[in-house]
């Protein structure tokens, strides 16, 4: 069974700092990984998706890398803004028949002014 | 794409009362996800839908759910005799297998904003 752990549970930060988000899963056959942002009370928003084949995703400040044999990802966030505090969630997507995620329980980001 | 949407936003029932949710999906995807989050965990997948074809019910869902996708378009969730264990975020998600001419990836899951259910 794919478990997914995501360390730390909670970061506070200054703004400008960077900082690094880490996840980490059991079962190395995945078919992609999916980072995503959750605003409180609210669904989720994906923010990057990466396949089983590739290294590293990039979309503006935010840059999410894969080591599939060792189970590992990680979401680098640069120069974090008080709009990026949410908590961040991890998925893993097995692929095979149905494509469901299996998600970590999330890291929740506060950024200080 | 407008993208997922879920409704009602909110609601609040008594114990016992039957419960329905709807879930549209962006309109080219066939694929469709229901999943439940608590509070301080990460969704737990539920069910899912290849176009009108229910293919896969975790062990979660007890009898008291079921899920349609009639016409393989909008879904819904129902939940018969709420118990207070059934409150939760219900969220609906979709994909496709395909490459989006808007850049997206396959397979690459779009969430809606969530239906909160209370169950007093």
């Known amino acids: 069974k794919q478990e997914v752990t995501q360390i730390p549970a909670a970061l506070s930060v200054p703004e400008g700092e960077n900082l690094v988000l880490n996840c980490s899963f059991t079962?190395?056959?995945?078919?992609?990984l999916q980072w995503f942002r959750q605003d409180p009370g609210k669904g989720l928003t994906s923010l990057l998706l990466i396949q089983s084949s590739q290294r590293e995703q990039t979309s503006g400040r935010l840059n999410a890398s894969l080591d599939k044999s060792s189970g590992r990802s990680t979401l680098y966030i640069a120069a974090s803004q008080p709009g990026d505090s949410a908590t961040y969630l991890c998925a893993v997507n097995r692929g095979g028949s149905n494509y469901k995620l299996t998600f970590g329980k999330g890291t929740l980001l506060t950024v200080n002014p | 794409d407008t993208g997922v949407s879920q409704d009602p936003r909110h609601k609040i029932t008594k114990r016992g009362q039957n419960v329905t949710f709807r879930c549209d999906p962006i309109?080219?995807?066939?694929?469709l996800y229901w999943y439940r989050q608590t509070l301080g965990q990460g969704p737990e997948f539920l069910t899912y839908?290849?176009?009108?074809?229910?293919?896969?019910k975790s062990r979660l869902l007890s009898d008291r759910f079921s899920a349609e996708r009639p016409k393989g378009s909008f879904s819904t969730l129902e939940i018969q005799r709420t118990e207070q264990g059934d409150s939760a975020m219900y969220l609906c998600?979709?994909?496709?297998?395909?490459?989006?001419?808007?850049?997206?990836?396959?397979?690459?899951?779009?969430f809606g904003p969530g239906t909160r259910l209370t169950v007093l």
């Open positions: 998600a979709s994909s496709t297998p395909w490459v989006l001419a808007s850049g997206r990836y396959a397979n690459e899951q779009f």
């Open positions: 079962d190395s056959a995945i078919y992609n």
């Open positions: 309109s080219e995807h066939n694929r």
């Open positions: 839908f290849q176009n009108e074809a229910q293919l896969e």
